[in-house]
């Protein structure tokens, strides 16, 4: 599998259970961050975000964004 569409269609082929196990196998591998465990490398991803050269959402992209999930998980 090369591109990233391809990718999703195999992810869309799978069995529900075989999907239920991809899921656990990647929550395996990349545990979520745990602020009480992970907290300097919680902070320093903290610290980039602050610093980095970032804008707030306007009113009108958060209002896309909604549009463009709502679509998305519609088609489901």
Same mark, same amino acid.
């Given at each position: 599998?090369?591109? #990233?569409?391809?990718?999703?269609t195999?992810?869309?082929?799978?069995?529900?259970?075989?999907?239920?196990?991809?899921?656990?196998?990647?929550?395996?591998?990349?545990?979520?961050?745990?602020?009480e #465990?992970?907290?300097?490398?919680?902070?320093?991803?903290?610290?980039k975000?602050?610093?980095?050269?970032?804008?707030?959402?306007?009113?009108?992209?958060?209002? !896309?964004?909604?549009?463009?999930?709502?679509?998305?998980?519609?088609? !489901?």
């Amino acid at each position: 599998m090369s591109t #990233v569409q391809e990718i999703k269609t195999a992810i869309e082929a799978l069995s529900p259970a075989e999907r239920a196990e991809l899921e656990r196998a990647l929550r395996e591998s990349h545990p979520p961050l745990d602020p009480e #465990v992970d907290s300097p490398e919680l902070e320093a991803e903290l610290l980039k975000a602050i610093d980095g050269p970032y804008t707030p959402y306007s009113a009108e992209e958060f209002r !896309k964004l909604g549009e463009q999930i709502i679509r998305e998980h519609g088609k !489901k």
